[in-house]
C-alpha cells in the first residue's frame, strides 16, 4: 500500500515514517513543504521510502496524490483546531484511505457528519483522531470498564516529560483555548470551564503527583455520547515543572481579563524558550485513565489505567494508533468499517501492547478505594 505522510519529517510525523519504513507491504512516501528535507529523511530510513513536495493547501492537491498512486495518506500536519477539510476531501477525491492525528475538537467531532457519505460511495475508509485521544483513551476505558453495568465518571490526565520533544504545531493548538470557555459534561449536564486555568493535583502510579488543568479535546464531546449514563467526563494535562503549568494558568487569566487576546501567537517564543526548564524536569512522562461505576455484580467501583514511559520516549503514544491502523489496512483488514470515522472503538487496548513494549513503556491497572482522593485541589 503506498503510504503518504503529510507532515513526515515533522516531530510525529518522523515517528510514524520510522515505524511505518520498515512494515511489510507499505511502500512509503515523505511529504512536506521542504522537499530537500523530505527526500533526505526519506533516504534515511532506506528501503523503498522516497520523499516529495507537497502544499496541504493548494487547489490541484488531489490530482497530485492521485499522480503518485498514493493508497493512504496520513495527516500529521496540525495544528487542526482551525483546519478545515480539504485535505481529507481531496484524500477521498483521489480514491485514498485518510489516517490524522487530529486532537481539534471541532475537527474531530464533526469529522464523520461532514465527510462519511464521500467515503462511503468511495469504498474507503477515514479515521480521524488517531492518536493518544481519543484512540487509546477509549481503548483504555472500554478494558478497564469491560463487563460494567455502568460508568459515572471518567477522569483523563496526561503529563508528559519535560524532557521530551515539544512541536510548535502541538504547542500552538494547545495555546489556542489557555483561557477560552470550554463545554465540560458535569453533574449530568454540559457547563462552561476555563481552558489551563485552576490546575488540581493528580495522582500517578510509577511518577510524583502533578498538578493539571483543563484542556479542550474532542474526548470531552465523543466520550458522553459513547458511554451511555456517563455524568461526568474530564480531560487534564498535567506539565512536569511546575513553574511551566503555572505560567499557563498565567496566560489563561490574561486571556480572560482580555491583556492577551490570542495566545496561540506565543507559539513560537515558548518553543523557542522551552529548553530553559528542562534541567529541571525529567525523561519520564505517562498518562492515567480513571473510570468510575458500577461493576458486573452492580457494587460501586473505581479502576485506574496508569502508562509510564521514560527516556523521553513519550511522544510515541500519539503516533500508536495510526501506525496499528495503518498497518491494518495494508494487510486488508476487512473488520475496518469504510466511511469517515472518529477513533474510538476501532483499536482494543492489547494491540497497543506490543508497540508500549518496543519503548520499554509499563503499564498498570489499579483497582482503588472509592474513599481516595487520587484527583484533588
Not at 21 to 48: C, K, M, N, Y
Not at 263 to 277: E, I, M, N, R, S
Not at 318 to 334: Q, T, W, Y
Not at 364 to 369: G, K, P, S, T
Request: hydrophobic residues 45%.
Amino acid at each position: 500500500m503506498k503510504t503518504l505522510v503529510l507532515g513526515g519529517y515533522g516531530n510525529f510525523g518522523a515517528r510514524i515514517c520510522r515505524a511505518l519504513a520498515g512494515s511489510p507491504g507499505i511502500e512509503l512516501i515523505v511529504a512536506g513543504r521542504d522537499a530537500q528535507r523530505a527526500s533526505a529523511f526519506a533516504s534515511s530510513l532506506g528501503g523503498t521510502a522516497s520523499g516529495v513536495r507537497i502544499d496541504v493547501q493548494a487547489a490541484d492537491l488531489a490530482r497530485t496524490l492521485r499522480g503518485l498512486g498514493v493508497e493512504l495518506v496520513i495527516h500529521t500536519a496540525g495544528p487542526f483546531q482551525n483546519q478545515d477539510y480539504c485535505v481529507p476531501q481531496a484524500v477521498v477525491a483521489a480514491g485514498a484511505h485518510y489516517i490524522d492525528l487530529a486532537d481539534g475538537r471541532r475537527f474531530v467531532c464533526d469529522f464523520p457528519a461532514a465527510l462519511d457519505a464521500d467515503f462511503r460511495t468511495a469504498g474507503r475508509t477515514a479515521v480521524s483522531g488517531a492518536s493518544t485521544v481519543p484512540a487509546l483513551s477509549s481503548a483504555v476505558i472500554d478494558h478497564l470498564a469491560d463487563g460494567w453495568q455502568g460508568i459515572r465518571s471518567i477522569d483523563i490526565c496526561i503529563a508528559p516529560a519535560q524532557g521530551a520533544p515539544r512541536g510548535e504545531a502541538t504547542l500552538a493548538g494547545v495555546l489556542a483555548y489557555c483561557g477560552e470557555p470550554i463545554r465540560v459534561w458535569q453533574g449530568g449536564r454540559w457547563i462552561e470551564l476555563p481552558g489551563w486555568a485552576d490546575p488540581v493535583k493528580v495522582e500517578f502510579a510509577r511518577m510524583k503527583p502533578r498538578r493539571g488543568a483543563l484542556c479542550d479535546i474532542p474526548d470531552l464531546e465523543l466520550l458522553p455520547a459513547r458511554y451511555a449514563g456517563v455524568q461526568s467526563v474530564m480531560f487534564r494535562a498535567a506539565l512536569e515543572v511546575g513553574l511551566t503549568q503555572r505560567a499557563f494558568a498565567f496566560l489563561a487569566f490574561m486571556h480572560r481579563a482580555g491583556l492577551l487576546p490570542a495566545p496561540q501567537k506565543l507559539a513560537p517564543l515558548l518553543h523557542a524558550t522551552g529548553g530553559v526548564f528542562d534541567a529541571l524536569g525529567t525523561a519520564l512522562g505517562g498518562m492515567v485513565v480513571r473510570v468510575e461505576g458500577t461493576d458486573a455484580q452492580g457494587r460501586p467501583a473505581r479502576r485506574a489505567w496508569h502508562i509510564a514511559a521514560d527516556d523521553n520516549h513519550g511522544p510515541e503514544i500519539p503516533c500508536m494508533a495510526a501506525i496499528l491502523l495503518a498497518r491494518r489496512l495494508a494487510n486488508g483488514d476487512p473488520t475496518l468499517p469504510v466511511g469517515a470515522h472518529a477513533c474510538t472503538g476501532l483499536l482494543g487496548l492489547s494491540e497497543f501492547g506490543p508497540e508500549f513494549a518496543r519503548w520499554g513503556m509499563v503499564t498498570d491497572v489499579v483497582d482503588e478505594e472509592r474513599s481516595e482522593s487520587p484527583v484533588t485541589r
